[in-house]
């Protein structure tokens, strides 16, 4: 099994940043994949972005496309989604995911989950 845990969510407003980060334990972190998706009220959990083992494959939406930044430090167990120049349609619950080694965009194929973080983007 492999736990993970986010944090960084908060209250910001239209056009600022956060930083989210997500700790891993329990499975080689450097063998995995990591993804982050969001779900916002009444909709489906969607894809955001995703980065692999070696840290040569991203793939991002193209909601967040030029404006998310996912990246990885395996000496701290952690990966990282770096958002800026928020909109208040990117609020939702953030959830960090794992798989092994490479990226895939849907979140059936990700068979490690953490609680999820809440980012609310006010107007």
């Known amino acids: 099994q492999m736990q993970l845990v986010e944090s960084g969510g908060g209250l910001v407003q239209a056009g600022g940043s956060l930083r989210l980060s997500c700790v891993a334990s329990?499975?080689?972190?450097?063998?995995?994949?990591m993804g982050w998706f969001r779900q916002a009220p009444g909709q489906e959990r969607e894809f955001a972005a995703a980065?692999?083992?070696?840290?040569?494959?991203?793939d991002y939406s193209d909601s967040v496309k030029g404006r998310f930044t996912i990246s990885r430090d395996n000496s701290r167990n952690t990966v990282f989604l770096q958002m800026n120049s928020l909109k208040p349609e990117d609020t939702a619950v953030y959830y960090c995911a794992a798989k092994f080694l490479h990226i895939r965009t849907t979140a059936e194929s990700y068979p490690y989950w953490g609680q999820g973080t809440q980012v609310t983007v006010s107007s």
């Open positions: 980065l692999s083992w070696n840290s040569q494959t991203t």
């Open positions: 329990g499975r080689t972190f450097s063998n995995y994949a």
